[in-house]
């Protein structure tokens, strides 16, 4: 080789399509993530907080440790085992930016332990979800909507900033089947109590006073002309699929107690707001979810005065407080697995980079093993069945 001459070392592109966006509800599975040299270089197709997602993974990652000093990941699943073992009436948390697999495992660790297990629904879509319960829903897939809804009604949401790529893909500029013009063929309305960036791609704006959204929707009659449809604007990318399962596992979609050995569903007295709030649970599992971050201050002052552990990449408010902190591979981007569209279609999440960390799932498994262990290795702590509340 000449002197002087520059070497070029070569960088492998890895292009991974058909990539499904864990930031949202709408949960779009036409991304493109080009992948060089084990790194996220770019992604198409994404809005702004799609690509933001994938883009800064790395960025903010929590660290493993146990009351503040650096641990080892064994011996943080070793304490959180610990912790969760010993609690007579814990907290299981969170779970809406992860996948179907750990939310099925964190289920199984709340049956054993005799756990209260709620999600971030409990403190948003909790009275949909009830509604539903009650008188069911009429509903339809965001495709149908694409290829069929000629009028298009967001009450009380803001997708052009919350959901980006929802009214490009299926709901105001789309082009379907029988809306082959796209915009041109619907009616787009916009109800809120004040305008928002959503009001200004509406073709009507009607601004209704807080609070009186019944009242309206009581004068409306909406299916005595024609056939509509519902559908909750979700927030968190799997937080539907949490829901599901929970919901296909114990018969409850949020606020499930199993401290008798079996499902109880009571909202106000098993919700993760009013066990907080009463100082009720003596232990908390956080998992892929801020609580401290967004909890009313009473709520978190419980919760930094108890044994708390957060599984979750990045760090947070609840990472910067809690006993023993689990960082896991970011569930759609360093892990794969299954997520459920906010229209309840499940789709495939696919891993594009690796991580020095395990998965939800996996650590989930590894604490649910240990705590077993310890259960019938006769320490003394009581089984699920026994955990009655006095």
Same mark, same amino acid.
């Given at each position: ?18 990539v ?20 996220i ?18 960025e ?9 000093k650096?641990a ?36 199984e ?55 980006p ?28 109590? /004040? ?16 609070? =009186? #959204?019944? @009242? $309206? ?21 799997n ?33 993760v707001?009013?066990?907080l ?63 459920? /569209? ?10 594009v ?5 395990? =998965? #939800?799932? @996996? $650590? ?10 310890m ?16």
């Amino acid at each position: 080789m000449a002197e002087g001459v520059a070497v070029k070392e070569a960088k492998e592109l890895t292009v991974v399509k058909g990539v499904t966006c864990p930031f949202c509800g709408v949960t779009c599975d036409d991304l493109e993530v080009h992948v060089v040299d084990g790194k996220i270089k770019d992604v198409k197709n994404a809005c702004v907080l799609g690509k933001d997602t994938f883009m800064h993974h790395l960025e903010g990652w929590a660290t493993p440790r146990i009351k503040g000093k650096p641990a080892t990941i064994d011996e943080c699943i070793e304490a959180a085992a610990e912790i969760l073992a010993k609690a007579k009436y814990p907290l299981i948390y969170g779970l809406d930016s992860t996948e179907l697999n750990a939310q099925r495992k964190a289920i199984e660790l709340a049956e054993l332990i005799g756990a209260n297990i709620d999600h971030t629904s409990s403190v948003c879509h909790a009275p949909s979800l009830q509604a539903v319960q009650t008188v069911g829903i009429s509903s339809c897939t965001v495709g149908e909507v694409k290829n069929r809804a000629d009028l298009i009604i967001f009450w009380g949401c803001n997708p052009a900033e919350a959901h980006p790529r929802h009214p490009s893909r299926y709901s105001v500029t789309a082009k379907g089947l029988f809306t082959p013009k796209g915009k041109k063929d619907r009616m787009v309305i916009n109800v809120d109590v /004040r305008p928002t960036p959503t009001t200004r791609m509406a073709d009507a704006f009607i601004q209704v006073k807080p609070n =009186s #959204d019944y @009242e $309206v929707f009581s004068a409306l009659e909406l299916n005595r002309f024609t056939k509509f449809q519902c559908a909750p604007m979700r927030g968190h990318g799997n937080v539907v699929g949490m829901a599901q399962v929970l919901t296909w596992q114990t018969g409850y979609p949020f606020a499930v107690n199993m401290s008798r050995g079996y499902p109880r569903f009571n909202p106000g007295e098993y919700s993760v707001a009013d066990l907080l709030a009463h100082r009720e649970v003596d232990a908390a599992l956080i998992v892929a979810g801020d609580a401290i971050g967004n909890f009313p201050a009473k709520m978190a002052e419980h919760l930094q005065s108890i044994p708390l552990i957060a599984i979750d990449p990045k760090e947070s408010g609840t990472t910067k407080v809690a006993t023993v902190v689990i960082p896991t591979a970011q569930a759609g981007i360093a892990a794969g697995g299954m997520a459920y /569209r906010m229209d309840h279609i499940p789709l495939v999440m696919k891993k594009v980079v690796d991580s020095p960390y395990p =998965s #939800d799932r @996996e $650590v989930l498994e590894r604490i649910l093993a240990k705590v077993s262990s310890m259960k019938n290795g006769g320490n003394g702590a009581p089984s699920p069945a026994s955990k009655g509340r006095g």
